[in-house]
């Protein structure tokens, strides 16, 4: 199998928006054709949360401090997910990772390296 490639990350000012996009190059065996796709945050010192998360049959799964704010889609055709984060504040400042969960295999999953967000206030 392949690697989860994520884009996206940056510096961005208070109340701006950021698109983040992770592909999926390589997951196209049967093991990986149900899956979910999410992007989870971790800030310095802390643990990794899920932000939000979004299956190949399109349903969707928000963290609280992500709605509203945050919209996570896919194209399944592409085995990518995006998020697009909005009204960004200094707490979203961290590293963002993308993960793919296989529904076909249980606990099978693969992370992606993780991209910068850096939120200025």
């Known amino acids: 199998q392949g690697r989860l490639v994520e884009s996206g990350g940056g510096l961005v000012a208070a109340g701006g928006s950021l698109r983040l996009s992770c592909s999926a190059p390589?997951?196209?065996?049967?093991?990986?054709?149900?899956?979910?796709m999410g992007w989870y945050f971790q800030a310095p010192g802390k643990e990794r949360d899920l932000v939000a998360e979004?299956?190949?049959?399109?349903?969707?799964n928000y963290a609280e401090s992500a709605k509203g704010r945050f919209t996570i889609s896919r194209e399944n055709g592409k085995n990518t997910v995006y998020l697009q984060m909005n009204s960004l504040s200094p707490e979203d400042t961290g590293v963002y990772y993308c993960?793919?969960?296989?529904?076909?295999?249980?606990?099978?999953?693969?992370w992606g390296q993780g991209t910068q967000v850096t939120v200025s206030s």
């Open positions: 979004i299956s190949t049959g399109g349903r969707r």
């Open positions: 390589g997951f196209s065996t049967s093991l990986w054709r149900s899956n979910v």
């Open positions: 993960k793919i969960l296989s529904l076909i295999r249980e606990n099978y999953y693969v």
